[in-house]
């Protein structure tokens, strides 16, 4: 199937956030060749005060728009901001990621700057993907914004103004492709689709279809059984796996680490990985070191899609595993290595990719209770 040309593939925005920062901050200059007026600032200026939970909204009215701005206080070390939006009454600081991730910038720091003279000030973290997990060190308290809201509102604003589009015909064809990038994800399935295309594939035995390397001959040969669709659907899903796994490891780097520290005591209780291949490719491992109090120096893991159906139902090494007649494989599955068990949790992949609260302690709970079914054995 032919691909839609889309100038943000061109472009490879998921590696240059810059060109990302460049752009919205073409759309919040109300003076900008957009032709847009105020139309996108009052739609960024509702986000922020539908996530504000203080009784104070910021006026819509005008703003300056200013790129890659220290924050810092002179003679302190540089921490720059991708965005900031001003007047003489409020400030926004606009730190733009593809993650909800502060990623090193502090933010009392962004704070302090919105409200230096006195003026009403936020912290904003836009992104492509919210995940709260990552939002650590005061970032928690950032007013998160996603590319996705903020284009689908720009975009029911001006596919229903004929004028605007005829007068504007360049702006809207690029408004066009970040509705096709950012909202429609290029056309192809909604990712909650693509997991339950995954979880489909592991029940009728197909998943070890991942387990090969040269996944464009994988794919082809799966074409050709289920045609073109089934194709889009097989490597969309690869790529919605890998982000399943980028956010399980962020949350067990993070939270999941933090809650099995408490639990067991001792310093530092886990070494997190994630450097399987093949059919395990789909696994986070958190080791447990020797030496902390009734671990025994045991190696979890959390597995899921493929690698779990692989581990329950194919791989003869495990031992205990989950019964096929109440099997799911749209959960995550944690494993003792120590002595070959499987547990499936009741976190789901959804919940996993829209990123689990920091408080969720299921993983933890379901970790620790294997830890000490092992202790008792």
Same mark, same amino acid.
């Given at each position: 199937?032919?691909?839609?040309? #889309?100038?943000f593939?061109?472009?490879?925005h998921?590696?240059?956030?810059?060109?990302?920062?460049?752009? +919205?901050?073409?759309?919040?200059?109300?003076?900008?060749?957009?032709?847009?007026?105020?139309?996108?600032?009052?739609?960024?200026?509702?986000e922020?005060?539908?996530?504000?939970t203080?009784p104070?909204?910021?006026?819509?009215?005008?703003y300056? @728009?200013?790129?890659?701005?220290?924050?810092?206080?002179?003679?302190?070390?540089a921490?720059?901001?991708?965005?900031? &939006?001003?007047?003489?009454?409020?400030? &926004?600081? @606009?730190?733009?990621y593809?993650?909800?991730?502060g990623h090193?910038?502090?933010?009392?720091? %962004?704070? =302090?700057?919105?409200? *230096?003279?006195?003026?009403?000030g936020?912290v904003?973290?836009?992104?492509? =993907?919210?995940?709260?997990?990552?939002?650590?060190?005061?970032w928690?308290?950032?007013?998160v914004?996603?590319?996705?809201?903020?284009i689908?509102?720009?975009?029911?604003?001006?596919?229903d103004?004929?004028?605007y589009q005829?007068e504007n015909?360049?702006?809207?064809?690029?408004?066009?492709?970040m509705? *096709?990038? +950012?909202?429609?994800?290029?056309?192809?399935?909604?990712?909650r689709?693509?997991?339950?295309?995954?979880?489909?594939?592991c029940?009728?035995?197909? !998943?070890?279809? %991942?387990?090969?390397?040269?996944?464009?001959e994988?794919?082809?040969?799966?074409a050709?059984?289920?045609?073109?669709?089934?194709?889009?659907?097989? @490597?969309?899903?690869?790529?919605?796996?890998?982000? @399943?796994?980028?956010?399980?490891?962020? +949350?067990?780097?993070?939270?999941?680490?933090?809650?099995?520290?408490?639990?067991?005591?001792?310093?530092?209780?886990?070494?997190?990985?994630? #450097?399987?291949?093949?059919?395990?490719?789909?696994?986070?491992?958190?080791?447990?070191?020797?030496?902390v109090?009734?671990?025994?120096?045991?190696?979890?893991?959390?597995?899921?899609?493929?690698?779990?159906?692989?581990?329950?139902?194919?791989?003869?090494?495990?031992?205990?595993?989950?019964?096929?007649e109440?099997?799911?494989?749209?959960?995550?599955f944690?494993?003792?290595?120590?002595v070959?068990?499987?547990r499936?949790?009741t976190?789901?992949?959804?919940?996993?990719?829209?990123?689990?609260?920091p408080?969720?302690?299921? &993983?933890?709970?379901e970790?620790i209770?294997?830890?000490?079914?092992?202790?008792k !054995?």
């Amino acid at each position: 199937m032919d691909q839609k040309f #889309n100038v943000f593939d061109v472009m490879h925005h998921g590696t240059h956030e810059r060109q990302i920062s460049n752009v +919205f901050g073409w759309l919040l200059d109300s003076g900008g060749s957009h032709d847009l007026h105020d139309r996108f600032i009052r739609i960024f200026i509702d986000e922020v005060n539908a996530a504000c939970t203080g009784p104070s909204p910021f006026d819509y009215g005008s703003y300056r @728009v200013r790129q890659e701005v220290n924050t810092g206080s002179v003679g302190d070390p540089a921490d720059i901001a991708d965005l900031v &939006l001003e007047n003489q009454d409020a400030s &926004l600081v @606009v730190e733009n990621y593809f993650i909800s991730d502060g990623h090193g910038h502090a933010y009392e720091r %962004y704070l =302090d700057f919105s409200r *230096r003279e006195g003026r009403q000030g936020a912290v904003v973290l836009l992104c492509r =993907d919210e995940d709260r997990s990552r939002q650590t060190s005061g970032w928690d308290k950032a007013l998160v914004l996603t590319y996705s809201r903020l284009i689908d509102r720009l975009y029911d604003a001006v596919r229903d103004d004929p004028n605007y589009q005829q007068e504007n015909s360049d702006s809207y064809s690029f408004i066009q492709q970040m509705h *096709r990038k +950012f909202v429609r994800s290029g056309g192809l399935m909604e990712k909650r689709d693509v997991l339950r295309f995954i979880t489909a594939m592991c029940d009728t035995g197909e !998943a070890k279809r %991942y387990q090969t390397r040269r996944q464009d001959e994988a794919a082809e040969e799966f074409a050709s059984d289920l045609a073109v669709q089934a194709r889009e659907q097989f @490597v969309e899903g690869r790529e919605v796996l890998q982000g @399943v796994k980028n956010r399980l490891r962020a +949350f067990a780097e993070g939270p999941l680490k933090r809650q099995v520290r408490e639990t067991l005591g001792g310093a530092p209780t886990c070494k997190v990985g994630a #450097n399987l291949q093949g059919i395990y490719q789909w696994t986070i491992t958190v080791d447990v070191s020797e030496g902390v109090a009734g671990s025994g120096g045991s190696h979890v893991q959390l597995k899921f899609g493929p690698t779990a159906w692989y581990a329950n139902e194919r791989d003869p090494c495990w031992k205990s595993t989950v019964d096929l007649e109440i099997v799911n494989y749209s959960y995550v599955f944690v494993t003792l290595v120590d002595v070959l068990m499987i547990r499936q949790t009741t976190v789901t992949l959804e919940e996993v990719l829209d990123g689990l609260d920091p408080d969720d302690c299921r &993983l933890h709970d379901e970790i620790i209770r294997l830890l000490e079914m092992n202790s008792k !054995a």
